[in-house]
Each structure stands twice: as structure tokens, then as C-alpha cells.
């Protein structure tokens, strides 16, 4: 069985929305248009030291079948019960931010194996 076969397998009954990072401005974050993706969410507290060297909390990790941009933001649902089209989530609604994203390829280097680490969002 091939990774990409093995994945496919892990995330097909799952869902989460992505709200990709568009910049920011003086009124905040600015997201992209939310897209679903199938995944597998596991929930769990950890801590993790991340590229600059800054402590964070990890509130759950996302393996996906897709490319993620750290600082974009997923919640773990459909998107048709999303109720707010306009924005993107907060934590109390369920919106965690990306803080990293790791791409480990196959020995062939023809599939890749995706995860995301998820913590809170930055405000402002």
C-alpha cells in the first residue's frame, strides 16, 4: 500500500475548514476565502518549541492531504455549518491557527505525509 493510498485512507471521514493568511492590517488578520478539506484532527495539549525559538501550546494536530500555510486557520467542521461568512473563527468558536507545517516525503519522494501543529490565534 502506498502512502498517498495510506492517507487518503486516514482522512477520508473527516473534515476541517481552512481559512488561508491573506496579511493584515489595522484591523487585524486578514484571512482568504474558507475551503474543506478532509483530514484526521487529534485533539491534545503539548508544548513545542517552533522555529524562532518561542515556546507555544499545541491544541491539536492535523494530518491533511493538502498544502497549509502557517498562519492560516482551521476548524475542525464543515463548512456548510459555518454560520459566519464574513469571518474566520476565533478559539472560543473553535478556530485554531496553523503555527507549523511539516511536508515529510516518501522514500521515492513522490508522496508526502502533512501535518499540522495548532495553536492559538493571534490577535489584533
Same mark, same amino acid.
Not at 485512507?9 to 474558507?34: H, I, Q
Not at 454560520?83 to 519522494?109: C, H, M, Q, T, V
Given at each position: 500500500?502506498?502512502?498517498?493510498?495510506?492517507?487518503?485512507?486516514?482522512?477520508?471521514?473527516?473534515? &476541517?475548514?481552512?481559512?488561508?493568511?491573506?496579511? @493584515? @492590517? *489595522? $484591523?487585524?488578520?486578514? !484571512?482568504?476565502?474558507?475551503?474543506?478539506? @478532509? &483530514?484526521?484532527?487529534? *485533539?491534545?495539549?503539548?508544548?513545542?518549541?517552533?522555529? $524562532?525559538?518561542?515556546? !507555544? $501550546?499545541? +491544541? $491539536?494536530?492535523?494530518?491533511?492531504?493538502?498544502?497549509? =500555510?502557517?498562519?492560516?486557520?482551521?476548524?475542525?467542521?464543515?463548512?456548510?455549518?459555518? +454560520? !459566519?461568512?464574513?469571518? =474566520?473563527? @476565533?478559539? =472560543?468558536?473553535?478556530?485554531?491557527?496553523?503555527?507549523?507545517?511539516? +511536508?515529510?516525503? *516518501?522514500?521515492?519522494?513522490? *508522496?508526502? !505525509?502533512? +501535518? =499540522?501543529?495548532?495553536?492559538?490565534?493571534?490577535?489584533?
Amino acid at each position: 500500500m502506498s502512502l498517498k493510498s495510506r492517507i487518503r485512507k486516514l482522512v477520508r471521514n473527516d473534515f &476541517c475548514v481552512y481559512w488561508p493568511p491573506r496579511g @493584515s @492590517s *489595522d $484591523a487585524g488578520l486578514k !484571512y482568504g476565502e474558507p475551503e474543506e478539506i @478532509s &483530514c484526521r484532527w487529534v *485533539d491534545g495539549e503539548e508544548e513545542m518549541v517552533g522555529m $524562532a525559538q518561542r515556546t !507555544y $501550546a499545541v +491544541k $491539536a494536530t492535523v494530518t491533511v492531504e493538502v498544502d497549509l =500555510a502557517v498562519g492560516g486557520l482551521l476548524w475542525h467542521d464543515r463548512l456548510e455549518n459555518w +454560520k !459566519y461568512s464574513f469571518r =474566520a473563527p @476565533s478559539e =472560543a468558536e473553535g478556530g485554531f491557527e496553523i503555527k507549523e507545517f511539516k +511536508k515529510l516525503p *516518501d522514500r521515492k519522494n513522490r *508522496d508526502f !505525509y502533512r +501535518k =499540522a501543529l495548532l495553536g492559538s490565534p493571534k490577535r489584533g
